[in-house]
């Protein structure tokens, strides 16, 4: 048995299942937009907004990478996390976030 393909509106929120044939045809039909895993299968599928644009954005914006793979003298390649600051310059602002987190009992 195949599973059923989870089914949105333009707002991402839940409007329950499909199954794979109606969902393939309400994508050849263009009244949903689909979105793939990454071996091609139908993950989820989403309605158009009502301009006719589509859903779905075509790829995640790019934001700060915070790890990246460092390359050592011995060949070997290893991943290493991005310092956000040097010495104690974080400390401050670490410290206040961690006293107005604390809840007096």
């Known amino acids: 048995m195949e599973r059923p393909i989870p089914y949105y509106d333009a707002e991402g929120r839940p409007r329950g ?12 039909n263009e009244i949903v937009t689909a979105c793939y895993g990454r ?16 859903a779905v954005q075509a790829r995640v914006a790019p934001g700060t990478k915070y790890s990246f793979r ?10 290493s996390m991005r310092r956000l600051g040097k010495g104690n310059e974080l400390r401050p602002i670490f410290l206040a976030v961690l006293t107005d987190c604390l809840v007096k009992s």
């Open 70 to 79: 460092e390359h050592l003298d011995s060949g070997h390649i290893a991943w």
């Open 17 to 28: 299942f499909r199954t794979l044939e109606a969902a393939r045809r309400l994508i050849t």
């Open 39 to 54: 071996k091609g299968h139908i993950k989820a599928i989403f309605m158009r907004k009502a301009d006719g644009g589509n």
